[in-house]
């Protein structure tokens, strides 16, 4: 089955080169690699028209504005891969990801999604100090809690469809999230291995640290996830004092108020002004579906009720 690695980045001019060396560094490689710019300014386009002249493997570029749902759709639609290995410039994988991330898929037909392992980077001052906060990921114990990130994923093309892709709706970020729990609605099989292992180095800024954490409260609200978690970091950010219930108490108390601001008030501001979903998109089991994603869950729930 043909294998394509699809990645998106935007204005990853000082990371390119590095994650670039990561890809083609690969004991295992696509049988081509697919990029989306999503319209960078800082010379990311250039250096990635020059890497890919001196690819060893067949590279299709395209540079298109655009959010990161509709970018990672464009990118699957430039290649006709069976299966579709996903990994976003900015995060690094081991030189063993590509074959272990696509590996089950060939193996097992039965298996749909793979997550990897991803593991946050901490390189620099702040980083080493947002350590204390972030930690590693914890890992899935079964799979239904295999929600991989799309730096670190491998999904049948056929999967991607029957749900209609990414959702391109949302602004800008939890196309991921959303996409992961359309797939688990529709009854996609998950599969979680360990050895295809991303790093990624979070945010090298305090700064650009909030901002993250504000887009992803931001998308979580337009998408209509993590109510629950929101809902306790805006009760965090409207009564600080309640901190002092946790086990850190007096620890970084500053810190940690802001980074629970930053995430309150992206889901705050994502619910009440960001967009909504089409008319088409419902609610069905708690989790927003596409058109696609209702006609095919209808069509295999009535085959399972019929059998």
């Known amino acids: 089955m043909k294998r394509a690695l699809i990645s998106t980045l935007y204005n990853e001019a000082d990371s390119v080169s590095r994650w670039w060396d990561s890809i083609v560094g690969q004991t295992v490689l696509p049988d081509e690699i697919v990029i989306v710019d999503g319209g960078s300014k800082d010379g990311t386009w250039e250096k990635l028209q020059e890497l890919a002249r001196r690819s060893p493997l067949p590279v299709r570029l395209k540079q298109q504005r655009c959010n990161i749902a509709e970018g990672r759709n464009l990118a699957i639609a430039m290649t006709d ?17 590509f074959g272990e991330i ?11 999604v793979v997550g990897g392992r991803s593991l946050n980077l901490f390189e620099n001052e702040f980083q080493k ?27 049948r093309r056929s999967a991607w469809a029957d749900v209609g892709g990414y959702p391109e709706w949302l602004t ?44 992803y409260g931001f998308g979580a609200a337009e998408a209509r996830l993590y109510a629950p978690y929101f809902l306790r970091r805006t009760l965090l950010m409207v009564c600080p004092p309640l901190l002092l219930l946790s086990k850190r108490r007096f620890n970084d108390l500053g810190f940690r108020y802001r980074k629970n601001a930053a995430s309150a008030r992206g889901w705050l501001t994502g619910w009440l002004k960001g967009r909504t979903a089409p008319p088409s998109w419902q609610r069905v089991g708690g989790v927003l579906l ?8 209808a069509r295999t729930t009535g085959a399972v009720k019929n059998s």
């Open 81 to 97: 891969a069976e299966i579709i290995a996903a990994n976003d410039a900015g995060s690094f994988p081991d030189a063993h990801w």
């Open 290 to 297: 596409s058109p696609e994603a209702q006609k095919y869950r």
């Open 129 to 155: 100090y947002l350590e204390r906060f972030e930690g590693q990921p914890a890992e899935p114990a079964t799979p239904d809690e295999v929600y991989p990130s799309s730096r670190n994923v491998a999904f």
């Open 172 to 215: 800008l970020v939890a196309e991921d999230a959303l996409f992961n729990f359309e797939l688990h609605q529709v009854g996609k099989r998950f599969f979680y291995n360990p050895a295809a292992i991303v790093h990624w180095p979070v945010r090298e800024t305090a700064a650009a640290y909030f901002r993250m954490l504000y887009f």
């Open 102 to 112: 696509t590996r089950p898929l060939i193996e097992n037909q039965t298996v749909d």
